[in-house]
T-cell receptor, first 117, second 110 residues
């Protein structure tokens, strides 16, 4: 099956620093990738849709200047949390459909645990 | 807009018990429906899916039937195991953006 990787799997940083999280589709091309934040008690919040070759589409309430998304190629999207603060501590997950079909299965990365001290 | 409603957890069962996790949805058009599972400390992975009305998705003993008349996609398993303990997410995907339920935690005791 399709594989999506994320790096790093966990990161601890100081308040005020920036952290970059990578999401890669390893065996397929992904023109679209989705970034989620998972809160305690399991709920998934869609943050933004990353589009290869164009600007990301952010969901309402998500600060685009704080959560920078770059879809550099058909296999890589990055999420940079700028000037991180303790309230940004969370589990960040990316997903990608394989291609084209609007009803494609989402393939998820294993997630990145961010802890901001 | 689209939405997915799941029963709140946690659902706590003994091994070999019957499982039902309810899921209902609101959507325009004819979305595909999915169940994803998240084991502790891991990302989500597809459990099963159905792409049109009356389709039944199945995998690892789990089943769910796409019921358009009741806008439901309930997850069932006849005999759960301790290894099924995880969080289960119901989801739909229509034209573009996937929509997820809040997740239901399942705890299975020996």
């Amino acid at each position: 099956g399709a594989v999506v990787s994320q790096h790093p799997s966990w990161v601890i940083c100081k308040s005020g620093t920036s952290v970059k999280i990578e999401c890669r589709s390893l065996d397929f091309q992904a023109t679209t990738m989705f970034w989620y934040r998972q809160f305690p008690k399991q709920s998934l919040m869609l943050m933004a849709t990353s589009n290869e070759g164009s600007k990301a589409t952010y969901e309402q309430g998500v600060e685009k200047d704080k959560f920078l998304i770059n879809h550099a190629s058909l296999t890589l999207s990055t999420l940079t949390v700028t000037s991180a603060h303790p309230e940004d501590s969370s589990f960040y997950i990316c997903s990608a459909p394989i291609a084209g079909n609007a009803t494609d299965t989402q393939y998820f990365g294993p997630g990145t645990r961010l802890t901001v001290l | 807009g689209n939405s997915v409603t799941q029963m709140e957890g946690p659902v706590t069962l003994s091994e070999e018990a019957f499982l039902t996790i309810n899921c209902t949805y609101t959507a325009t058009g004819y979305p595909s429906l999915f169940w994803y599972v998240q084991y502790p400390g891991e990302g989500l992975q597809l459990l099963l899916k159905a792409t049109k009305a009356d389709d039944k998705g199945s995998n690892k003993g789990f089943e769910a039937t796409y019921r358009k008349e009741t806008t439901s996609f309930h997850l069932e398993k006849g005999s759960v195991q301790v290894s099924d303990s995880a969080v289960y997410f119901c989801a739909l995907k229509g034209s573009y953006i996937p929509t997820f339920g809040r997740g239901t935690s399942l705890i299975v005791h020996p």
